[in-house]
């Protein structure tokens, strides 16, 4: 079943007037509705196009946040291949927020790391909606530390609405877990590629993403804290959360200008959650020009290069 978002209301109304033809054709074999339910399929595709035109910033949020988007475990069984899963941080425990190991990407040996939502209410609340405690951060840590150990060039597939806040990840130092995986991201001395796929929140999604290359999807968003968050502290009201998403200039587009972001991945339209096949092929080609552009350069070059990256965005975004 199709999930539909809030201004795609008149979209889901004619898709479903459109599948209603259609069910009514099958109960009875003489009724013929091909010629209608074309003309409302054609209708829905035109306005599909118009949607998704010009999103807004706030839009281009709840599109990131669409439930049925592919999500990091969909990319990893589909674009890498003999996948080994490491757990632990060995410290704590597991934690099932973030998941990552040894892979290969077109026969190349790499270590993927990301964050992982679920697509179900089982999987959801065995993932914690994809906000990591310290111990999947320190478990990060531990696998960049192999890559780098062992040359392995590292993927990360961001899409998190932050680090998980509760009294439990603070009491094993959720923020000193956070600094060092950001600090972890910037000493490695191998090729670092990471894609925001969904939603980059906070700290969270940066501890992944101090990378050689930063790509996003076209309706991904990457912030330092969500709309709702931003809106409560500015305004003391979550409901302003659209001015805030206009203010924050979270989109792609806008952090490509800014110098944040290298590339931007195409979505099919209507978002990659209306075609899941074409948005992972479209992030294992961008995957595979990436690594490619990094994969002959000497350790010290690529350190160099990506500090040099981060210290230059103060700067585009001051000319911007």
Not at 43 to 58: C, F, H, I, Q, R
Not at 101 to 124: C, Q, W, Y
Not at 220 to 236: D, K, N, Q, Y
Request: glycine share 8%; charged share 30%; hydrophobic share 40%.
């Amino acid at each position: 079943m199709q999930n539909y978002l809030e201004f795609e209301k008149p979209l889901a109304e004619i898709e479903g007037k459109a599948e209603e033809l259609r069910a009514l054709a099958r109960q009875n074999a003489e009724m013929d509705v091909t010629k209608e339910a074309e003309a409302l399929d054609k209708k829905a595709a035109d306005l599909l196009v118009e949607l998704y035109k010009d999103l807004t910033p706030w839009r281009k949020c709840q599109v990131a946040r669409h439930p049925d988007r592919p999500h990091c475990k969909d990319y990893i069984d589909t674009l890498f291949t003999e996948y080994t899963p490491l757990a632990g941080d060995r410290n704590f425990a597991d934690d099932h927020a973030v998941m990552g190991g040894l892979a290969r990407f077109n026969d190349r040996p790499v270590m993927v790391i990301g964050h992982e939502k679920g697509h179900d209410t089982k999987s959801r609340i065995e993932r914690n909606f994809g906000m990591a405690r310290p111990e999947g951060y320190r478990k990060a840590i531990r696998l960049m530390d192999l890559a780098d150990r062992f040359g392995l060039p590292i993927v990360t597939l961001v899409d998190t609405a932050g680090a998980y806040p509760g009294r439990g990840a603070e009491e094993r130092g959720a923020s000193e877990a956070i600094a060092r995986s950001t600090e972890k991201c910037l000493q490695v001395k191998v090729p670092l590629v990471s894609i925001v796929i969904g939603e980059g929140g906070s700290g969270g999604a940066v501890a992944f993403a101090g990378a050689n290359r930063v790509a996003m999807l076209e309706h991904s968003i990457f912030s330092v804290i969500t709309p709702e968050g931003c809106a409560s502290i500015l305004w003391r009201d979550a409901n302003k959360m659209r001015e805030a998403a206009e203010a924050m200039r979270l989109t792609a587009q806008d952090l490509v200008d800014l110098g944040v972001s290298d590339l931007i991945i195409p979505e099919p339209v209507g978002g990659a959650q209306r075609d899941r096949a074409a948005t992972i092929a479209n992030v294992g080609t961008a995957l595979e020009k990436m690594l490619r552009e990094l994969e002959e350069k000497s350790p010290e070059v690529i350190l160099q290069e990506r500090r040099q990256k981060f210290l230059e965005i103060g700067e585009k975004g001051l000319a911007a």
